[in-house]
């Protein structure tokens, strides 16, 4: 069965410092990873996924992340973040079957420091 | 936003009593799925549905039926509404290659007294 792990509930960092949200995930073949962010109050919206073509996968608004299978890693990251940036964020695998259902991990909150 | 929208947006309602939830897109997409948001659970697929009328249980069905017989409308049933499924619900489209991308509408807020 797929699932992940976001392996950090709470990061906070500075602005204009790297951002990283740690991902692991587990399948028993190739999966569909993606990321995805909610703003305070507001619906998901998809930031990035990983179909098995490129490992290093860039999204929306300057983040990108790479599928290190060896790891089992799906890592998001931003070279320098911003305020704007704070917000929930979602690792997830999709299921087994051809529905399209997602597994969700639990989430990781970003704070943005002035 | 794939033209999905949700109503009510917010909603109170006592134990006991039954409350239905649509979802309505207006981009003729196939699948369309139910989830709800609580803390430190992420999201969690409740129902979803591959057609009119086809529809299948997700993880955490127990407490909700739902019904498709248009494209367009995805409902949500809580036949008898208890506290424990105060939370925030999400509907989705699934779109893309494999349907290998879901939008997700802007949520309905359901408090159960």
């Known amino acids: 069965a797929q699932s992940v792990t976001q392996l950090d509930s709470h990061v906070s960092v500075s602005e204009g410092t790297p951002v990283l949200l740690r991902c692991n995930y587990s399948?028993?073949?190739?999966?569909?990873l993606f990321w995805y962010v909610q703003h305070p109050n507001k619906g998901l919206q998809l930031l990035l996924k990983?179909?098995?073509?490129?490992?290093l996968v860039k999204g929306i608004n300057g983040f990108e992340a790479e599928f290190k299978k060896s790891e089992t890693s799906f890592h998001l990251t931003k070279p320098s973040a911003h305020m704007s940036d704070a917000a929930e964020y979602f690792c997830?695998?999709?299921?087994?079957?051809?529905?399209?259902?997602?597994?969700f991990g639990q989430g990781t909150t970003l704070q943005v420091k002035p | 936003d794939a033209g999905i929208t949700q109503s009510p947006r917010h909603k109170v309602t006592e134990t006991g009593t039954p409350v239905t939830l649509r979802c309505h897109q207006t981009?003729?997409?196939?699948?369309m799925y139910w989830y709800r948001q609580d803390p430190g659970h992420g999201l969690r697929l409740i129902h979803y549905?591959?057609?009119?009328?086809?529809?299948d249980k997700g993880e955490v069905s127990d407490g909700y039926s739902v019904s498709r017989s248009k494209t367009e409308d995805f409902l949500l049933t809580l036949e008898s509404a208890t506290s424990s499924q105060t939370s925030v619900y999400f509907c989705?489209?699934?779109?893309?290659?494999?349907?290998?991308?879901?939008?997700f509408g802007p949520g309905t807020r359901l408090t159960v007294l």
């Open positions: 997830v695998v999709k299921g087994s079957s051809n529905t399209g259902k997602l597994i």
């Open positions: 399948s028993s073949y190739s999966p569909s």
């Open positions: 990983y179909t098995s073509a490129a490992t």
């Open positions: 981009e003729n997409h196939r699948y």
């Open positions: 549905s591959y057609g009119v009328k086809d529809t």
């Open positions: 989705a489209v699934a779109r893309g290659e494999y349907f290998n991308e879901q939008f």
